[in-house]
């Protein structure tokens, strides 16, 4: 079965970066898309950027284009999501999610706590 | 862009209907067949139950139902159960580097 394991919870400080991985397995890793998603406390899910582990191929929304960073790699099947510069209001459940067409997300990861404090 | 309107909440006796509302614009709902929908239960991660409008991925009951009407997609449960007591959110594709969500609907169930 398709299933995504996120890597354990986090505590960062302000102004340092966080890598996050995301290990797939139960589909041909390069036939989907991985989105990531993140939900902060008591909030809204917010789309967060987009890979294809085929091509490398990556799309950011602006809000993050300058600190988001997306990666793959094919031979461990796994995605990873590196955020720098981090705030306080970046604490936040970070998602990883298989993508369709049409960022349709059908498979999730469990997520991953980041929290963000001095 | 900006985030699709969902009301904050919904509530329904079991058994009764619940039709939850999700509104964008042209450049998103009202421009693609790709809206989903997601129910996702506290401490939990989000699950896919409509995918492009009103498409069931296997295994989510036939309860739920989905359709849109210009910029404004709809999701309806109907034969509310205490299970389906969760937040609901509405997304849509909206260009290549655009995907948006809604703001999120706590169902109720009475």
């Known amino acids: 079965q398709v299933q995504l394991v996120q890597s354990g919870a986090e505590v960062i400080k302000p102004g340092a970066s966080v890598k996050v991985s995301c290990k797939t397995s139960g589909y041909i890793f390069t036939n989907y898309g991985i989105s990531w998603v993140r939900q902060g406390p008591g909030q809204g899910l917010e789309w967060m950027g987009w890979?294809?582990?085929?091509?490398?191929?990556?799309n950011y929304p602006q809000k993050f284009q300058d600190r988001i960073t997306l990666t793959t790699d094919t031979v461990t099947t796994t995605a990873y999501m590196e955020l720098r510069s981090l705030r306080s209001d970046d604490t936040a459940v970070y998602y990883c999610a298989r993508a369709m067409l049409g960022d349709t997300f059908d498979h999730w990861g469990h997520g991953t706590l980041v929290a963000v404090s001095s | 862009q900006s985030a699709l309107t969902q009301p904050p909440s919904a509530s329904g006796s079991p058994g009764q209907s619940v039709t939850i509302s999700c509104t964008g614009t042209s450049s998103d709902v009202g421009g693609y067949n790709f809206v989903s929908w997601y129910q996702q239960y506290p401490g939990k991660a989000p699950k896919l139950i409509i995918y492009?409008?009103?498409q069931r991925p296997s295994g989510v009951p036939d309860r739920f139902s989905g359709s849109k009407s210009g910029n404004t997609a709809s999701l309806t449960v109907s034969g509310l159960q205490a299970e389906d007591e969760a937040d609901y959110y509405c997304?849509?594709?909206?260009?290549?580097?655009?995907?948006?969500f809604g703001t999120g609907t706590k169902v109720t169930v009475l």
């Open positions: 997304s849509s594709y909206a260009g290549p580097k655009s995907c948006v």
């Open positions: 890979i294809s582990p085929n091509s490398g191929d990556t």
């Open positions: 492009e409008v009103s």
